[in-house]
């Protein structure tokens, strides 16, 4: 028998053991007051810090009563909605918006020219890098490799850790979030070559080229995308950037800081925790239900249809059985998600470009039924409404993105919010994360 063979079936043999001496009484939680996940009975999160870069509105007080409201996104005191109708439909905002979260305020043309020219330049891997490092042990799990390249790049960095904190994490964050395209790609590419048995393709990513550009640039033989193309992967990119101190991934990165740990360490801890399926993947989850949607109901311009074959997942019927509809509602948000209204303009323009109007139409349908169905089987204190990624995995799937890459994309953007995060932990907090935790286990004399 392999060691592997043996250690798992140990593993087997002993789970019933953890289960038995790891389980804790939910009346022990509600005893002592514990907020689970650090949120309230009501879902609202425990309060653990404060931050200048960026706000939710979810709720608003009307004659003293906490009510549901549309929500609000602001970045560095900007409404995210107003920020991308600035930058309009010709222009791409990643870098501008990317300097706004990072330094706090907007760039003039100059600051901006100068800050697309760094990250520019900081678009270089080490030496031999790709094949050293990211097509070693190529896997599908495009996560696991970027977080690897992650800590990895750190044994290439001669001022890891450099007594200049604040300039050097600045330095390092500037360039991972130059780099995490390439990271994110070449790890794809890697993968397909080596494990679908594909052509690999390196392409340089271009200097004058946007963000967005040059991920698909990098990611098709061609090389060739359209403006529509890119514009709409640019605004998505911009709505993924930050959400908050609280999400998971964003607090894990202010956690890992607060210890003193390098930049490298902390954006791989990120990493960790954004790749979860709580957290990173709900996108995946959507199309794989959007798939069992459209396999079992005949005609997508009947609601009534539609609206029965949605009852049954809710009530576990159908799809994965766990009575979910993916997409649908927000830890945060109540009567509907900021990103979602901003980005549904562009997924529709992008949807007729590509002749998927039927599709379309699916999704306004479910968008349409699904909240009322849920409020009336559920108990709901905040309103359901979609959330940005009820659209984000079509979006992707219309850009011919692979299914592997939609957590890494989502990575490309969130590495600004979490480079935005450590330096202001690193500059107002300075102290280490620790919270409590009580030990209710029994005292045993020993035998």
Not at 73 to 81: E, F, M, T
Not at 384 to 396: E, H, I, L, M, Q
Not at 409 to 437: C, Q, T
Request: hydrophobic content about 40%.
């Amino acid at each position: 028998m392999r060691n592997e063979d043996a250690l798992m079936n140990y593993a087997i043999k002993q789970e019933a053991i953890c289960r038995k001496n790891d389980s804790i009484s939910d009346t022990l939680f509600e005893e002592y007051g514990v907020n689970r996940g650090l949120r309230d009975m009501n879902g609202k999160g425990v309060l653990t810090g404060l931050t200048t870069i960026s706000k939710i509105v979810s709720f608003q007080d009307v004659d003293g009563v906490k009510t549901p409201c549309d929500g609000q996104l602001w970045y560095r005191g900007y409404n995210v909605h107003n920020l991308v109708k600035c930058i309009g439909d010709k222009g791409y905002g990643f870098e501008k918006i990317a300097y706004l979260l990072l330094f706090g305020e907007m760039p003039q043309a100059e600051q901006l020219k100068e800050f697309c020219g760094i990250m520019a330049q900081s678009r270089t891997l080490p030496t031999n890098f790709t094949r050293d490092v990211i097509m070693k042990a190529a896997t599908k799990d495009i996560m696991n490799s970027m977080t690897r390249s992650i800590l990895t790049l750190g044994s290439y960095d001669n001022q890891l850790n450099s007594p200049e904190v604040i300039t050097n994490s600045l330095r390092q964050c500037i360039e991972l979030i130059s780099i995490f395209p390439m990271l994110a790609i070449y790890a794809y590419h890697a993968y397909n070559h080596y494990e679908n048995d594909d052509s690999m393709y390196i392409h340089r990513p271009g200097p004058h080229l946007s963000t967005a550009e040059n991920l698909l640039m990098m990611l098709r033989p061609d090389r060739c995308y359209s403006e529509l193309e890119a514009k709409v992967l640019d605004v998505a990119l911009i709505l993924h950037m930050e959400h908050g101190g609280g999400n998971n991934s964003t607090f894990t990165t202010r956690v890992v800081t607060s210890s003193g740990s390098d930049t490298y360490s902390s954006i791989a801890a990120a990493m960790s925790s954004l790749k979860g399926p709580k957290h990173g993947g709900a996108n995946i989850k959507v199309m794989e239900m959007m798939e069992n949607i459209r396999a079992n109901i005949r005609d997508v311009h009947d609601k009534e249809e539609i609206e029965a074959y949605l009852a049954k997942i809710l009530a576990g019927q159908a799809f994965d059985h766990k009575g979910l509809i993916y997409g649908m509602g927000h830890a945060v948000y109540s009567l509907s998600d900021p990103r979602e209204r901003v980005f549904k303009s562009y997924v529709e323009k992008l949807a007729v470009a590509k002749e998927r109007q039927d599709d379309m139409l699916l999704y306004n349908s479910i968008e349409e039924l699904a909240p009322k169905l849920i409020a009336g089987k559920r108990k709901i204190f905040k309103g359901v409404s979609p959330n940005v990624d009820f659209y984000s995995g079509f979006v992707y799937e219309m850009l011919g993105i692979p299914r592997e890459l939609y957590t890494a994309i989502f990575a490309v953007a969130r590495i600004v919010g979490w480079s935005a995060h450590r330096m202001e932990e690193l500059i107002g907090m300075n102290k280490i994360i620790r919270p409590a935790y009580m030990s209710v286990m029994d005292e045993k004399e020993s035998s």
